[in-house]
């Protein structure tokens, strides 16, 4: 697949679900992530952000029946682009979230690829 996502790219997805992780992952490759780091739960997120903050974040809402947000909150101040990827669509998002790029599960390869190029385009514009 030809991809014109910038080169390069750090990603960081927060997924619960394994298998649902693993199919993202191969999305992310595919359209041309340099590096997906993945963590399962909140704190392994966190522990992933600390040790470098990623280009841009592809956040599941609801981590084992916890919030997203405060990794969110910190991904966003350290200069993370963010996507949420949530089965309650936009929905799911608090009102604090709401200009942020968000998909609904499932996702296809084309919703993924429209997603990660707007998250980026709002991250940077000034």
């Known amino acids: 697949m030809t991809t014109t996502l910038p080169s390069g790219l750090d990603i960081l997805l927060v997924e619960d679900e394994t298998l ?29 952000a600390a040790q470098r903050t ?40 608090s009102d604090e979230w709401a200009d942020h790029e968000v998909l609904q599960k499932p996702l296809t390869m084309d919703q993924l690829e429209k997603a990660l190029r707007a998250a980026l385009a709002k991250k940077a514009r000034p």
């Open 20 to 48: 649902v992780s693993m199919l993202i992952e191969d999305m992310l490759l595919e359209l041309g992530a340099a590096q997906v780091r993945h963590a399962g739960r909140l704190d392994a997120g966190f522990t992933l």
């Open 54 to 93: 990623p280009t841009l974040a592809v956040l599941d809402v609801n981590i084992g029946g916890q919030a997203i947000f405060p990794l969110a909150q910190k991904l966003a101040q350290d200069g993370a682009a963010l996507l949420f990827i949530t089965g309650y669509g936009r929905d799911g998002l």
